[in-house]
Nanobody, 123 residues
Framework: QVQLVESGGGLVQPGGPLRLSCAAS????????MAWYRQAPGKQRELVAT???????TYADSLKDRFTISRNNAKNAVYLQTNNLKPDDTAVYYC?????????????????WGQGTQVTVSS
C-alpha cells in the first residue's frame, strides 16, 4: 500500500514562515494530484491548495498570497511554503494524494491521507 508522511510542523511566531513536507512511499504506484488541507480546532477540514502532476496549482482564495504549493515528482513529495503566518493559521495540516496503484490488468485509483502535522502560530 501507499503511505503519506508529513513533516515540518511546529510552533512559529506570528509573521514567521514554515515549510511543510509530505512524501509518499510504497510500491508500484504513481501519484497524480496532491493537496494540502487543514483543520482548525472546532472547524471543518478545509482545502488549502492543490497541485497536479504537471504542476498546475489551485489555492484557497484567502491563502494564495501567503502560501505556495510545490512538488517533486521524482521524490513523490509535495511541499507547502507558508509565509506571514497568523494565529488563525493554527491547525493540523494534512497531505492528500490521488494515487494510481499500477496492476497487471487494470490500475486502481485511491485517495491517501497523511496523519497530519500540527502548526501552531503564537507568540
Amino acid at each position: 500500500q501507499v503511505q503519506l508522511v508529513e513533516s515540518g510542523g511546529g510552533l512559529v511566531q506570528p509573521g514567521g514562515p514554515l515549510r511543510l513536507s509530505c512524501a509518499a512511499s510504497g510500491t508500484n504506484f504513481m501519484v497524480d494530484t496532491m493537496a494540502w488541507y487543514r483543520q482548525a480546532p472546532g472547524k471543518q477540514r478545509e482545502l488549502v491548495a492543490t497541485i497536479s502532476r504537471n504542476y498546475s496549482t489551485t489555492y484557497a482564495d484567502s491563502l494564495k498570497d501567503r502560501f505556495t504549493i510545490s512538488r517533486n515528482n521524482a521524490k513523490n513529495a509535495v511541499y507547502l511554503q507558508t509565509n506571514n503566518l497568523k494565529p488563525d493559521d493554527t491547525a493540523v495540516y494534512y497531505c492528500n494524494a490521488n494515487v494510481r496503484i499500477i496492476q497487471a490488468i487494470q490500475d486502481t485509483r485511491i485517495s491517501v491521507w497523511g496523519q497530519g502535522t500540527q502548526v501552531t502560530v503564537s507568540s
